[in-house]
């Protein structure tokens, strides 16, 4: 296949595309600069609503990962605006750009989140399930929204809802590692909101289902099929560390430290399973957290 990638330097998109070069397809970047003569890339500018759409004819695919971070900043009405923007524009640009080709590509794979569902305590949450409230799940069911265009166009639309992501080279479980490995780590709160999460390498996995599995379109939660409380995160993680968890983080503090963040990212509950993923058949690597631990920590974890 011949697959346009946005976000392709991020955490994700820098493995997505490793993954379909190996495999044999070829990647288009979609990049925020001129691209240098013989790179296989297409100029795109969200904030100025710009788009090469000429250099998108003849895609077979899309994989659209653009967003700004979500947890690098207090969010500021200014960082609110941002991290909207960066989402709901530029998938709206890239969407009416597809919809506006003479050969537009089959296929497109969006991202999204969990943050959909909002904090939900112990319900069990599947893609049926309706979006909450505040201010995450407004920007992504507006988020999934800006994919019409596309799929008025008919082309195969999965929004891929991912949960938190698993690695050690960003991302929350590489801001967890200092303080556990250091033996001060505990648990959030009080510790019983759910965290759905997904190993990195079965997101990576999931993408390339969504890309090749015809029968699946619309929402999917990207997330591992047994969604954990947050003490037993910290529990799993001490074990595989071999530290002690004993210092627990007050959520007060935490809204202290930074702000409406605190109660949307660290404290908000979502407990969300998989199941359209598992009506079509992907087979996950790390299904466990303990597993999917002892492989990212070098700790014996097996597929």
Partial sequence: MRVAVSGSTGLVGSEVVASLSTAGHEVVRLVRRDPAPGERAVRWDPMKREVDAAGLEGLDAVVHLAGENIASGRWTAARKAAIRDSRVNGTRLLCDALAGLARPPKTLVCASAIGYYGDRGADVLTEESPPGAGFLPDVCREWEAATEPAARKGIRVVVLRIGMVLSREGGALS???????????GVIGNGRQYVSWIALDDLVGIVLHALQCGDLSGPVNAVAPRPVTNRELTEALGKVLSRPTL??????????????MADALLLASARVIPRRLEETGYHFRYPELGGA???????????
Avoid at 175 to 185: H, I, N, S
Avoid at 248 to 257: C, E, K, M, S
Avoid at 293 to 303: A, M, N, S
């Fill in 175 to 185: 801001r967890m590692l200092p303080p556990f490995r250091a033996g001060v780590g």
């Fill in 293 to 303: 631990l002892r492989h990212l920590l070098g700790k014996g974890g097996t597929p």
């Fill in 247 to 260: 210092l627990p983080v007050p959520a007060f503090a935490l809204r202290l430290a930074v702000g409406e």
